[in-house]
Protein backbone atom coordinates (compact mmCIF):
# COMPACT_ATOMS: atom_id res chain seq x y z
CA UNK A 1 0.00 0.00 0.00
CA UNK A 2 1.43 3.13 -1.17
CA UNK A 3 -0.27 6.91 0.18
CA UNK A 4 1.37 9.55 -0.75
CA UNK A 5 1.01 12.71 1.83
CA UNK A 6 2.19 16.58 1.10
CA UNK A 7 2.00 18.58 4.37
CA UNK A 8 2.17 22.62 3.76
CA UNK A 9 4.14 23.69 6.67
CA UNK A 10 4.01 27.83 7.32
CA UNK A 11 7.63 27.83 7.54
CA UNK A 12 9.95 28.94 4.61
CA UNK A 13 13.03 30.57 5.80
CA UNK A 14 14.69 28.90 9.11
CA UNK A 15 15.83 26.20 6.98
CA UNK A 16 17.19 24.55 10.33
CA UNK A 17 13.36 24.39 11.54
CA UNK A 18 12.46 22.33 8.18
CA UNK A 19 15.48 20.22 8.39
CA UNK A 20 14.44 19.12 11.94
CA UNK A 21 11.09 18.31 10.73
CA UNK A 22 12.88 16.10 7.76
CA UNK A 23 14.60 14.40 10.15
CA UNK A 24 12.18 13.66 12.58
CA UNK A 25 9.73 12.32 9.73
CA UNK A 26 12.54 10.51 8.14
CA UNK A 27 12.62 8.33 11.77
CA UNK A 28 8.74 6.85 11.51
CA UNK A 29 8.73 3.56 10.25
CA UNK A 30 6.95 3.10 7.38
CA UNK A 31 7.55 6.74 6.39
CA UNK A 32 9.34 7.57 3.38
CA UNK A 33 10.47 11.74 2.72
CA UNK A 34 10.40 12.41 -0.99
CA UNK A 35 11.12 15.80 -1.57
CA UNK A 36 11.15 18.90 0.84
CA UNK A 37 10.58 22.44 -1.04
CA UNK A 38 11.15 25.29 0.77
CA UNK A 39 9.84 29.17 -0.71
CA UNK A 40 11.30 32.06 1.38
CA UNK A 41 9.14 34.63 -0.17
CA UNK A 42 5.84 32.19 0.39
CA UNK A 43 7.73 31.65 3.77
CA UNK A 44 6.12 28.10 3.58
CA UNK A 45 7.33 24.37 2.91
CA UNK A 46 6.12 21.23 1.16
CA UNK A 47 6.77 17.90 2.21
CA UNK A 48 6.44 15.15 -0.06
CA UNK A 49 5.76 11.68 1.98
CA UNK A 50 5.01 8.31 1.22
CA UNK A 51 4.22 5.42 3.24
CA UNK A 52 1.42 3.09 4.96
CA UNK A 53 -1.61 4.60 6.67
CA UNK A 54 0.11 3.35 9.68
CA UNK A 55 3.67 4.89 8.99
CA UNK A 56 1.72 8.29 7.84
CA UNK A 57 -0.70 7.83 10.90
CA UNK A 58 2.29 7.93 13.41
CA UNK A 59 4.11 10.85 11.20
CA UNK A 60 1.96 13.33 10.68
CA UNK A 61 1.54 13.82 14.29
CA UNK A 62 5.07 14.23 14.46
CA UNK A 63 5.06 16.92 11.81
CA UNK A 64 2.28 18.96 14.05
CA UNK A 65 3.93 18.79 17.74
CA UNK A 66 7.96 20.71 15.82
CA UNK A 67 5.41 22.91 13.72
CA UNK A 68 3.05 23.76 16.88
CA UNK A 69 6.66 23.99 19.18
CA UNK A 70 8.49 26.07 16.48
CA UNK A 71 5.89 28.48 14.37
CA UNK A 72 4.07 31.29 15.84
CA UNK A 73 1.52 32.82 13.25
CA UNK A 74 1.46 35.93 14.95
CA UNK A 75 4.61 36.54 13.56
CA UNK A 76 4.46 34.73 10.60
CA UNK A 77 4.84 36.90 7.23
CA UNK A 78 4.63 35.06 3.42
CA UNK A 79 3.12 35.69 0.20
CA UNK A 80 1.57 32.51 0.23
CA UNK A 81 -2.61 32.51 2.35
CA UNK A 82 -2.19 30.26 5.37
CA UNK A 83 -4.17 29.79 8.33
CA UNK A 84 -2.26 27.17 10.07
CA UNK A 85 1.86 26.22 11.20
CA UNK A 86 1.16 22.94 9.83
CA UNK A 87 -1.59 24.89 6.98
CA UNK A 88 -2.56 21.95 4.95
CA UNK A 89 -2.16 17.91 4.55
CA UNK A 90 -3.67 15.72 1.97
CA UNK A 91 -3.85 12.43 1.59
CA UNK A 92 -3.44 10.71 -1.83
CA UNK A 93 -4.44 6.97 -2.51
CA UNK A 94 -1.07 5.79 -5.33
CA UNK A 95 -1.29 2.22 -5.28
CA UNK A 96 -3.11 -0.67 -3.74
CA UNK A 97 -5.33 1.81 -1.59
CA UNK A 98 -8.40 3.01 -2.22
CA UNK A 99 -9.91 6.68 -1.80
CA UNK A 100 -12.56 5.80 0.57
CA UNK A 101 -9.22 4.36 3.05
CA UNK A 102 -7.67 7.55 2.47
CA UNK A 103 -10.66 9.55 3.56
CA UNK A 104 -10.50 7.40 6.88
CA UNK A 105 -7.08 8.21 7.40
CA UNK A 106 -7.95 12.04 6.96
CA UNK A 107 -10.55 11.77 9.38
CA UNK A 108 -8.87 9.84 11.97
CA UNK A 109 -5.23 11.71 11.67
CA UNK A 110 -7.52 14.80 12.22
CA UNK A 111 -9.09 13.68 15.37
CA UNK A 112 -5.73 12.41 17.08
CA UNK A 113 -4.24 15.80 16.19
CA UNK A 114 -7.07 17.91 17.19
CA UNK A 115 -7.14 16.03 21.44
CA UNK A 116 -3.25 16.05 21.30
CA UNK A 117 -2.47 19.58 20.41
CA UNK A 118 -6.01 21.25 21.04
CA UNK A 119 -5.64 22.09 18.02
CA UNK A 120 -9.14 22.60 15.37
CA UNK A 121 -9.01 20.71 12.35
CA UNK A 122 -11.37 20.72 9.32
CA UNK A 123 -11.92 18.03 6.61
CA UNK A 124 -11.40 19.19 2.75
CA UNK A 125 -11.57 17.72 -0.56
CA UNK A 126 -13.09 14.08 -0.33
CA UNK A 127 -12.89 13.80 3.38
CA UNK A 128 -15.84 16.80 3.87
CA UNK A 129 -19.20 15.54 3.36
CA UNK A 130 -19.93 19.47 3.02
CA UNK A 131 -20.28 20.79 -0.08
CA UNK A 132 -19.16 24.55 1.08
CA UNK A 133 -16.68 23.14 2.85
CA UNK A 134 -14.60 20.95 0.26
CA UNK A 135 -12.59 23.56 -1.51
CA UNK A 136 -9.35 24.52 0.66
CA UNK A 137 -9.95 28.25 -0.66
CA UNK A 138 -13.01 28.42 0.86
CA UNK A 139 -12.24 27.23 4.33
CA UNK A 140 -8.99 29.59 4.14
CA UNK A 141 -10.06 32.97 3.11
CA UNK A 142 -9.27 35.11 5.85
CA UNK A 143 -6.37 33.56 6.80
CA UNK A 144 -4.92 33.26 10.66
CA UNK A 145 -5.81 36.59 10.91
CA UNK A 146 -9.09 36.43 10.27
CA UNK A 147 -10.03 33.01 11.43
CA UNK A 148 -11.07 34.01 15.28
CA UNK A 149 -14.06 36.10 13.81
CA UNK A 150 -14.66 33.50 10.82
CA UNK A 151 -14.49 30.70 13.74
CA UNK A 152 -17.28 32.37 15.91
CA UNK A 153 -19.70 31.94 12.98
CA UNK A 154 -21.96 28.28 13.03
CA UNK A 155 -21.35 27.56 9.49
CA UNK A 156 -17.35 27.02 10.44
CA UNK A 157 -17.03 25.52 13.64
CA UNK A 158 -14.54 22.88 13.21
CA UNK A 159 -14.54 19.36 12.12
CA UNK A 160 -12.36 18.36 15.36
CA UNK A 161 -10.81 19.93 18.16
CA UNK A 162 -11.85 23.81 19.84
CA UNK A 163 -14.32 26.31 18.19
CA UNK A 164 -11.45 28.71 18.50
CA UNK A 165 -8.11 29.23 16.68
CA UNK A 166 -4.86 27.71 18.96
CA UNK A 167 -3.22 30.96 19.94
CA UNK A 168 0.19 30.42 17.81
CA UNK A 169 -0.66 27.31 15.52
CA UNK A 170 -4.08 28.79 14.25
CA UNK A 171 -6.15 25.72 12.28
CA UNK A 172 -5.41 22.95 10.17
CA UNK A 173 -7.07 21.47 6.81
CA UNK A 174 -6.68 17.58 6.18
CA UNK A 175 -8.11 15.51 3.77
CA UNK A 176 -7.69 13.12 1.06
CA UNK A 177 -7.51 14.14 -2.74
CA UNK A 178 -6.43 12.23 -5.90
CA UNK A 179 -3.26 13.20 -7.25
CA UNK A 180 -3.21 16.76 -9.46
CA UNK A 181 -1.64 16.27 -12.66
CA UNK A 182 -0.42 20.18 -13.92
CA UNK A 183 -1.03 19.62 -17.82
CA UNK A 184 -0.44 22.24 -20.19
CA UNK A 185 -1.60 22.84 -24.20
CA UNK A 186 0.67 24.86 -25.98
CA UNK A 187 -0.94 26.62 -29.52
CA UNK A 188 0.92 27.13 -32.48
CA UNK A 189 -0.45 30.90 -32.54
CA UNK A 190 0.14 34.25 -30.25
CA UNK A 191 -3.35 34.71 -29.83
CA UNK A 192 -4.19 35.10 -26.13
CA UNK A 193 -8.12 35.79 -26.64
CA UNK A 194 -7.74 32.03 -28.38
CA UNK A 195 -6.19 30.44 -25.39
CA UNK A 196 -8.28 32.09 -22.98
CA UNK A 197 -11.76 31.23 -25.19
CA UNK A 198 -10.68 27.31 -24.57
CA UNK A 199 -9.63 27.65 -21.58
CA UNK A 200 -12.99 28.83 -20.71
CA UNK A 201 -15.03 26.09 -22.49
CA UNK A 202 -13.16 23.17 -20.97
CA UNK A 203 -12.46 23.92 -17.40
CA UNK A 204 -15.61 23.33 -14.85
CA UNK A 205 -16.14 27.12 -13.60
CA UNK A 206 -17.25 28.04 -16.82
CA UNK A 207 -19.57 25.00 -18.07
CA UNK A 208 -16.21 22.55 -19.50
CA UNK A 209 -15.23 19.06 -18.06
CA UNK A 210 -15.92 18.46 -13.94
CA UNK A 211 -11.96 18.05 -13.08
CA UNK A 212 -10.22 20.75 -15.08
CA UNK A 213 -8.85 24.03 -13.93
CA UNK A 214 -7.82 26.17 -16.67
CA UNK A 215 -6.20 29.54 -17.78
CA UNK A 216 -5.03 30.65 -21.03
CA UNK A 217 -1.70 32.43 -20.67
CA UNK A 218 0.86 33.87 -23.03
CA UNK A 219 4.02 32.46 -23.60
CA UNK A 220 6.07 35.76 -24.56
CA UNK A 221 9.66 34.38 -25.29
CA UNK A 222 7.96 31.85 -27.58
CA UNK A 223 5.31 34.05 -29.02
CA UNK A 224 2.68 32.00 -28.52
CA UNK A 225 -0.28 31.27 -25.97
CA UNK A 226 -0.96 28.07 -23.17
CA UNK A 227 -3.79 26.56 -22.07
CA UNK A 228 -2.55 26.09 -18.77
CA UNK A 229 -4.56 23.53 -16.53
CA UNK A 230 -4.59 21.32 -12.82
CA UNK A 231 -6.68 18.16 -13.75
CA UNK A 232 -7.63 17.58 -10.30
CA UNK A 233 -8.85 13.84 -10.99
CA UNK A 234 -7.76 12.10 -14.16
CA UNK A 235 -9.76 8.87 -13.28
CA UNK A 236 -13.04 10.80 -14.30
CA UNK A 237 -11.47 13.63 -16.10
CA UNK A 238 -8.80 11.69 -18.12
CA UNK A 239 -5.60 13.66 -20.28
CA UNK A 240 -6.91 11.85 -23.32
CA UNK A 241 -10.06 13.39 -23.03
CA UNK A 242 -8.69 17.09 -22.14
CA UNK A 243 -6.35 16.85 -25.23
CA UNK A 244 -9.08 16.21 -27.57
CA UNK A 245 -11.55 18.72 -26.09
CA UNK A 246 -8.53 21.44 -26.63
CA UNK A 247 -7.81 20.28 -30.21
CA UNK A 248 -11.21 20.17 -31.05
CA UNK A 249 -12.06 23.74 -29.57
CA UNK A 250 -8.68 24.97 -31.29
CA UNK A 251 -9.59 24.11 -34.82
CA UNK A 252 -12.67 26.26 -35.01
CA UNK A 253 -10.30 29.32 -34.50
CA UNK A 254 -8.35 27.64 -37.05
CA UNK A 255 -5.46 26.98 -34.72
CA UNK A 256 -3.35 24.04 -34.42
CA UNK A 257 -2.36 22.24 -31.18
CA UNK A 258 1.61 22.91 -31.06
CA UNK A 259 2.14 20.26 -27.91
CA UNK A 260 1.64 19.34 -24.66
CA UNK A 261 3.36 18.51 -21.89
CA UNK A 262 2.82 17.58 -17.93
CA UNK A 263 4.49 19.17 -15.71
CA UNK A 264 5.80 17.15 -12.85
CA UNK A 265 4.52 13.93 -11.45
CA UNK A 266 1.86 11.85 -13.18
CA UNK A 267 0.72 8.10 -12.06
CA UNK A 268 1.47 5.72 -14.53
CA UNK A 269 -2.46 4.77 -14.52
CA UNK A 270 -2.89 8.22 -16.17
CA UNK A 271 -0.79 7.02 -19.13
CA UNK A 272 -2.07 3.95 -19.10
CA UNK A 273 -5.30 5.10 -19.89
CA UNK A 274 -4.27 7.59 -22.55
CA UNK A 275 -2.30 4.60 -24.34
CA UNK A 276 -5.90 2.49 -23.68
CA UNK A 277 -7.51 5.08 -25.61
CA UNK A 278 -6.20 5.76 -28.80
CA UNK A 279 -4.80 2.25 -29.16
CA UNK A 280 -8.53 0.96 -28.46
CA UNK A 281 -6.48 -1.37 -25.87
CA UNK A 282 -8.27 -4.33 -24.39
CA UNK A 283 -8.12 -6.30 -21.15
CA UNK A 284 -4.78 -4.51 -20.33
CA UNK A 285 -3.05 -3.62 -16.94
CA UNK A 286 -0.65 -2.45 -14.90
CA UNK A 287 0.62 -5.89 -14.08
CA UNK A 288 1.62 -6.40 -17.89
CA UNK A 289 4.09 -3.43 -17.74
CA UNK A 290 7.66 -5.35 -17.70
CA UNK A 291 9.22 -3.02 -15.34
CA UNK A 292 6.30 -3.62 -12.58
CA UNK A 293 6.94 -7.67 -12.99
CA UNK A 294 10.59 -6.92 -12.58
CA UNK A 295 10.05 -5.18 -9.38
CA UNK A 296 7.95 -7.73 -8.26
CA UNK A 297 9.31 -9.98 -4.87
CA UNK A 298 7.74 -13.02 -6.25
CA UNK A 299 9.19 -15.72 -7.82
CA UNK A 300 7.60 -18.33 -10.27
CA UNK B 1 21.23 -1.58 -14.24
CA UNK B 2 18.83 -4.79 -15.31
CA UNK B 3 19.34 -7.05 -17.92
CA UNK B 4 16.51 -9.53 -18.81
CA UNK B 5 17.34 -12.94 -20.29
CA UNK B 6 15.16 -16.02 -21.71
CA UNK B 7 16.88 -18.95 -21.57
CA UNK B 8 15.03 -21.90 -23.49
CA UNK B 9 15.56 -25.32 -21.97
CA UNK B 10 15.44 -28.38 -24.30
CA UNK B 11 13.60 -30.24 -21.38
CA UNK B 12 9.89 -29.71 -20.54
CA UNK B 13 8.63 -33.40 -18.97
CA UNK B 14 11.14 -34.03 -16.04
CA UNK B 15 10.32 -31.62 -13.97
CA UNK B 16 12.54 -31.90 -11.26
CA UNK B 17 15.36 -31.28 -13.42
CA UNK B 18 14.00 -27.88 -14.29
CA UNK B 19 13.05 -27.10 -10.81
CA UNK B 20 16.89 -28.03 -9.77
CA UNK B 21 18.43 -25.68 -12.38
CA UNK B 22 16.11 -23.04 -11.28
CA UNK B 23 17.28 -23.66 -7.32
CA UNK B 24 20.57 -23.65 -8.97
CA UNK B 25 19.95 -19.94 -10.97
CA UNK B 26 18.10 -18.60 -7.73
CA UNK B 27 21.41 -19.33 -5.45
CA UNK B 28 23.29 -17.01 -8.03
CA UNK B 29 23.65 -13.26 -6.77
CA UNK B 30 22.69 -10.16 -8.79
CA UNK B 31 20.50 -12.98 -10.64
CA UNK B 32 16.45 -13.06 -10.13
CA UNK B 33 14.15 -16.12 -11.23
CA UNK B 34 11.62 -14.07 -12.11
CA UNK B 35 9.45 -17.21 -13.99
CA UNK B 36 9.83 -20.74 -15.49
CA UNK B 37 7.68 -22.24 -18.05
CA UNK B 38 7.86 -25.72 -18.84
CA UNK B 39 5.73 -27.24 -21.72
CA UNK B 40 5.72 -31.01 -22.00
CA UNK B 41 4.17 -31.25 -25.47
CA UNK B 42 7.03 -28.78 -26.57
CA UNK B 43 9.27 -30.65 -24.38
CA UNK B 44 11.09 -26.94 -23.27
CA UNK B 45 11.03 -24.70 -20.59
CA UNK B 46 11.88 -21.40 -20.90
CA UNK B 47 13.09 -19.08 -17.48
CA UNK B 48 12.69 -15.45 -17.33
CA UNK B 49 15.60 -14.09 -15.16
CA UNK B 50 16.55 -10.71 -14.61
CA UNK B 51 19.93 -9.50 -13.52
CA UNK B 52 22.93 -7.35 -13.87
CA UNK B 53 25.64 -8.50 -16.44
CA UNK B 54 27.60 -9.80 -13.47
CA UNK B 55 24.98 -12.13 -12.25
CA UNK B 56 23.96 -13.14 -15.46
CA UNK B 57 27.72 -13.84 -16.60
CA UNK B 58 28.10 -15.85 -13.51
CA UNK B 59 23.93 -17.50 -13.82
CA UNK B 60 23.58 -18.70 -17.50
CA UNK B 61 27.16 -21.15 -17.35
CA UNK B 62 25.30 -22.71 -14.15
CA UNK B 63 22.15 -23.33 -15.98
CA UNK B 64 24.72 -24.69 -19.34
CA UNK B 65 26.45 -27.19 -16.33
CA UNK B 66 23.02 -28.29 -15.42
CA UNK B 67 21.33 -29.12 -18.70
CA UNK B 68 24.78 -30.54 -20.67
CA UNK B 69 24.73 -33.16 -17.37
CA UNK B 70 21.41 -34.11 -17.55
CA UNK B 71 19.88 -33.65 -21.31
CA UNK B 72 20.77 -35.97 -24.17
CA UNK B 73 19.30 -34.68 -26.88
CA UNK B 74 19.91 -37.48 -29.25
CA UNK B 75 16.93 -39.38 -27.09
CA UNK B 76 14.66 -35.87 -27.21
CA UNK B 77 11.80 -35.42 -28.38
CA UNK B 78 9.44 -32.97 -28.53
CA UNK B 79 7.24 -30.23 -30.75
CA UNK B 80 9.36 -27.35 -30.64
CA UNK B 81 12.49 -26.98 -33.19
CA UNK B 82 15.70 -26.99 -31.19
CA UNK B 83 19.50 -28.07 -31.65
CA UNK B 84 20.93 -27.50 -28.05
CA UNK B 85 20.36 -28.83 -24.51
CA UNK B 86 20.36 -24.98 -23.32
CA UNK B 87 18.65 -24.25 -27.20
CA UNK B 88 18.73 -20.33 -27.16
CA UNK B 89 19.76 -17.45 -24.64
CA UNK B 90 18.76 -13.90 -25.59
CA UNK B 91 20.05 -11.24 -23.52
CA UNK B 92 17.47 -8.04 -23.05
CA UNK B 93 18.29 -4.66 -22.28
CA UNK B 94 15.70 -2.79 -19.89
CA UNK B 95 16.90 -0.44 -18.08
CA UNK B 96 20.09 1.41 -17.35
CA UNK B 97 21.83 -0.54 -19.96
CA UNK B 98 22.65 0.01 -23.50
CA UNK B 99 22.43 -3.01 -26.53
CA UNK B 100 25.91 -2.60 -27.04
CA UNK B 101 26.54 -3.93 -23.25
CA UNK B 102 23.87 -6.88 -23.82
CA UNK B 103 25.74 -7.50 -26.86
CA UNK B 104 29.06 -7.43 -25.16
CA UNK B 105 27.74 -9.59 -22.33
CA UNK B 106 26.13 -12.06 -25.13
CA UNK B 107 30.02 -12.25 -27.11
CA UNK B 108 31.40 -13.06 -22.98
CA UNK B 109 29.02 -15.89 -22.20
CA UNK B 110 29.31 -17.73 -25.36
CA UNK B 111 33.20 -17.67 -25.06
CA UNK B 112 33.24 -18.37 -21.47
CA UNK B 113 30.24 -21.88 -22.10
CA UNK B 114 32.38 -23.02 -25.02
CA UNK B 115 35.32 -22.95 -23.40
CA UNK B 116 34.07 -24.36 -20.47
CA UNK B 117 32.20 -27.50 -21.85
CA UNK B 118 33.63 -27.57 -25.37
CA UNK B 119 30.05 -26.67 -26.60
CA UNK B 120 30.09 -24.89 -29.94
CA UNK B 121 28.18 -21.38 -29.83
CA UNK B 122 26.32 -19.63 -32.81
CA UNK B 123 25.96 -15.50 -32.15
CA UNK B 124 22.29 -14.63 -33.43
CA UNK B 125 20.26 -11.26 -34.12
CA UNK B 126 22.15 -7.95 -32.83
CA UNK B 127 25.14 -10.29 -31.09
CA UNK B 128 25.78 -11.28 -34.51
CA UNK B 129 27.79 -9.04 -37.40
CA UNK B 130 26.83 -11.89 -40.30
CA UNK B 131 23.46 -10.86 -42.06
CA UNK B 132 22.71 -14.72 -42.90
CA UNK B 133 22.56 -15.67 -39.18
CA UNK B 134 20.66 -13.06 -37.52
CA UNK B 135 17.69 -15.24 -37.73
CA UNK B 136 17.00 -17.66 -35.05
CA UNK B 137 15.24 -19.76 -37.45
CA UNK B 138 18.25 -20.12 -39.97
CA UNK B 139 20.48 -20.83 -37.78
CA UNK B 140 18.28 -23.50 -35.98
CA UNK B 141 17.29 -24.60 -39.39
CA UNK B 142 17.78 -28.60 -39.63
CA UNK B 143 18.19 -29.24 -35.80
CA UNK B 144 20.10 -31.52 -33.70
CA UNK B 145 19.49 -34.38 -36.42
CA UNK B 146 21.21 -31.96 -39.09
CA UNK B 147 23.67 -30.24 -37.12
CA UNK B 148 26.71 -32.30 -37.98
CA UNK B 149 25.84 -31.82 -41.84
CA UNK B 150 25.42 -28.11 -41.42
CA UNK B 151 28.24 -27.59 -39.82
CA UNK B 152 30.59 -29.23 -41.96
CA UNK B 153 29.68 -26.57 -44.31
CA UNK B 154 32.34 -23.57 -43.72
CA UNK B 155 29.39 -20.74 -43.82
CA UNK B 156 27.89 -22.71 -40.62
CA UNK B 157 31.36 -22.49 -38.54
CA UNK B 158 29.97 -21.41 -34.87
CA UNK B 159 31.30 -18.18 -33.54
CA UNK B 160 33.35 -19.92 -30.49
CA UNK B 161 34.08 -24.25 -29.54
CA UNK B 162 34.93 -26.96 -31.49
CA UNK B 163 33.92 -27.04 -35.54
CA UNK B 164 31.76 -30.07 -34.63
CA UNK B 165 28.30 -30.27 -32.45
CA UNK B 166 28.93 -31.53 -28.61
CA UNK B 167 27.76 -35.41 -28.65
CA UNK B 168 24.81 -34.83 -26.27
CA UNK B 169 24.14 -31.19 -26.14
CA UNK B 170 24.24 -29.98 -29.76
CA UNK B 171 24.87 -26.41 -29.86
CA UNK B 172 23.31 -23.55 -28.47
CA UNK B 173 22.50 -20.11 -29.96
CA UNK B 174 23.28 -16.61 -27.80
CA UNK B 175 22.67 -13.29 -28.51
CA UNK B 176 21.07 -10.13 -27.82
CA UNK B 177 17.65 -8.22 -29.11
CA UNK B 178 14.92 -6.29 -28.00
CA UNK B 179 12.06 -6.48 -25.81
CA UNK B 180 9.14 -8.45 -28.02
CA UNK B 181 5.76 -7.36 -27.72
CA UNK B 182 2.90 -8.94 -28.82
CA UNK B 183 0.67 -7.50 -29.87
CA UNK B 184 -2.72 -7.93 -31.49
CA UNK B 185 -5.47 -5.95 -33.42
CA UNK B 186 -8.87 -7.30 -33.97
CA UNK B 187 -11.24 -6.08 -36.83
CA UNK B 188 -14.62 -5.84 -37.00
CA UNK B 189 -15.17 -8.46 -39.75
CA UNK B 190 -14.80 -12.17 -40.21
CA UNK B 191 -13.36 -11.32 -43.80
CA UNK B 192 -9.92 -13.62 -42.84
CA UNK B 193 -8.58 -12.00 -46.27
CA UNK B 194 -8.98 -8.78 -45.21
CA UNK B 195 -6.63 -9.75 -41.89
CA UNK B 196 -4.15 -11.52 -44.22
CA UNK B 197 -4.16 -8.31 -46.97
CA UNK B 198 -3.30 -6.49 -44.04
CA UNK B 199 -0.96 -8.88 -42.19
CA UNK B 200 0.54 -8.93 -45.72
CA UNK B 201 0.89 -5.14 -45.93
CA UNK B 202 2.64 -3.79 -42.76
CA UNK B 203 5.26 -6.80 -41.85
CA UNK B 204 8.38 -6.49 -42.80
CA UNK B 205 9.01 -9.92 -45.35
CA UNK B 206 6.73 -8.76 -47.81
CA UNK B 207 7.33 -4.99 -47.82
CA UNK B 208 5.83 -3.47 -44.38
CA UNK B 209 7.78 -2.49 -40.74
CA UNK B 210 10.70 -3.35 -40.78
CA UNK B 211 10.11 -4.78 -36.92
CA UNK B 212 7.16 -6.17 -37.62
CA UNK B 213 6.61 -9.65 -37.95
CA UNK B 214 2.59 -10.15 -38.45
CA UNK B 215 -0.12 -13.19 -39.42
CA UNK B 216 -3.89 -12.66 -40.57
CA UNK B 217 -6.28 -15.04 -38.26
CA UNK B 218 -9.54 -15.80 -37.69
CA UNK B 219 -11.00 -15.81 -34.05
CA UNK B 220 -13.36 -18.31 -34.48
CA UNK B 221 -15.56 -17.96 -31.50
CA UNK B 222 -16.06 -14.74 -31.57
CA UNK B 223 -16.63 -14.49 -35.89
CA UNK B 224 -14.05 -11.43 -36.34
CA UNK B 225 -10.67 -11.72 -37.55
CA UNK B 226 -7.07 -10.59 -36.29
CA UNK B 227 -4.08 -9.03 -37.18
CA UNK B 228 -1.49 -10.96 -34.92
CA UNK B 229 1.86 -9.43 -34.50
CA UNK B 230 5.48 -9.51 -32.97
CA UNK B 231 6.86 -6.18 -32.67
CA UNK B 232 10.40 -7.05 -32.61
CA UNK B 233 12.01 -3.19 -31.77
CA UNK B 234 9.53 -1.29 -30.47
CA UNK B 235 12.41 2.11 -30.59
CA UNK B 236 12.22 1.96 -34.26
CA UNK B 237 9.02 0.59 -35.13
CA UNK B 238 7.07 1.87 -31.92
CA UNK B 239 3.46 0.56 -31.42
CA UNK B 240 1.30 3.41 -31.94
CA UNK B 241 2.87 3.85 -36.07
CA UNK B 242 1.87 -0.13 -36.52
CA UNK B 243 -1.96 0.82 -34.79
CA UNK B 244 -2.26 3.74 -37.32
CA UNK B 245 -0.99 1.97 -40.65
CA UNK B 246 -3.31 -1.19 -39.63
CA UNK B 247 -6.46 1.24 -39.16
CA UNK B 248 -5.78 2.97 -42.45
CA UNK B 249 -5.41 -0.17 -44.58
CA UNK B 250 -8.84 -1.31 -42.92
CA UNK B 251 -9.94 1.74 -43.71
CA UNK B 252 -9.42 1.05 -47.76
CA UNK B 253 -11.78 -2.19 -47.14
CA UNK B 254 -14.21 -0.32 -45.08
CA UNK B 255 -13.30 -2.23 -41.67
CA UNK B 256 -13.14 -1.17 -38.44
CA UNK B 257 -10.55 -1.86 -35.70
CA UNK B 258 -12.62 -3.39 -33.25
CA UNK B 259 -10.07 -3.24 -30.56
CA UNK B 260 -6.09 -3.98 -29.99
CA UNK B 261 -4.61 -6.29 -27.34
CA UNK B 262 -1.07 -6.63 -25.83
CA UNK B 263 -0.38 -10.24 -25.26
CA UNK B 264 2.09 -10.58 -21.71
CA UNK B 265 4.62 -7.75 -20.83
CA UNK B 266 5.28 -4.79 -22.41
CA UNK B 267 8.35 -2.15 -21.52
CA UNK B 268 7.06 0.60 -20.07
CA UNK B 269 8.73 2.82 -22.12
CA UNK B 270 6.97 1.49 -25.59
CA UNK B 271 3.63 2.52 -23.61
CA UNK B 272 5.11 6.37 -23.02
CA UNK B 273 6.25 6.63 -26.73
CA UNK B 274 2.41 5.92 -27.47
CA UNK B 275 1.18 8.88 -25.05
CA UNK B 276 3.98 10.93 -26.43
CA UNK B 277 2.80 10.73 -29.76
CA UNK B 278 -0.86 11.10 -29.48
CA UNK B 279 -1.20 13.23 -26.54
CA UNK B 280 1.89 15.37 -29.08
CA UNK B 281 4.24 15.25 -25.59
CA UNK B 282 6.91 17.07 -25.47
CA UNK B 283 10.20 16.65 -22.94
CA UNK B 284 8.40 14.01 -20.91
CA UNK B 285 10.17 11.53 -18.88
CA UNK B 286 10.01 8.29 -17.12
CA UNK B 287 11.19 10.19 -14.08
CA UNK B 288 7.89 12.15 -13.84
CA UNK B 289 5.91 8.80 -13.54
CA UNK B 290 4.90 9.23 -9.73
CA UNK B 291 5.28 5.32 -9.16
CA UNK B 292 9.03 6.22 -10.28
CA UNK B 293 9.88 8.57 -7.94
CA UNK B 294 8.29 6.66 -5.10
CA UNK B 295 10.21 3.53 -5.54
CA UNK B 296 13.43 6.21 -5.81
CA UNK B 297 15.63 5.67 -2.83
CA UNK B 298 16.96 9.08 -2.94
CA UNK B 299 16.03 11.67 -0.41
CA UNK B 300 15.70 15.31 -1.60
Tied chains: 1, 2.
Excluded at 99 to 128: G, I, Q, T, W
Aim: net charge negative.
Amino acid sequence: MVIECVPNVSEGRRLDVIEKMATALRAVPDLRVLDVQSDAAHNRSVFTLAGSAAGLAAGIPVLFEQAIATIDLRTHQGEHPRMGAVDVVPFIPIDGVTMAECVALAKSVAADVAARFNLPLFLYEEASGNASRKNLEDIRRGEFEGLAAKMAQPAWAPDYGPAAPHPTAGASVIGARMPLIAYNINLATNRLDVAKKIASAIRMSSGGLRYVKAMGIPLEDRGIVQVSMNLTNYEKTPIFRVFDLVKREAERYGVSVLESEIVGLVPAAALRQSVEYYLQLEGFSGAQVLENKLRTPHEG
